[in-house]
């Protein structure tokens, strides 16, 4: 059981990386396709944290946390229009993520 765990945080790791990379190498008003990609990375791996933190409530994962504020700052608070046209399905599965409370 451990070791699934272990591949589901190195996949989020792994997918939370190429996240930041689309934010930063990308244009500063992402299209459709690229707010839902990123909003559902984002998400996926928040859950995975949660499960874990179920588990160990001192587990943190800094490269969640990077992503959640690039995001949060890019869609000015999680209120960025185009953003929640395209994000409906990842904010509904992880609300708390995308609270528009800092």
Do not use: C, Y
Not at 13 to 39: D, F, P, V, Y
């Amino acid at each position: 059981m451990i070791d699934v765990e272990e591949g589901r945080l190195s996949e989020a790791e792994r997918r939370l990386q190429h996240a930041l990379w689309i934010m930063a190498t990308g244009s500063s008003r992402h299209q459709h396709e690229e707010w839902a990609l990123l909003a559902s990375i984002v998400a996926e791996a928040g859950l995975v944290v949660g499960k874990r933190q179920r588990l160990d409530p001192t587990f943190e994962m800094p490269l969640l946390d990077k992503a959640v504020a690039e995001l949060r700052e890019m869609t000015r608070g999680f209120t960025d229009r185009a953003f929640l046209q395209s994000t409906r399905s990842a904010r509904r599965r992880n609300p708390a993520l995308f609270s528009t409370h800092a």
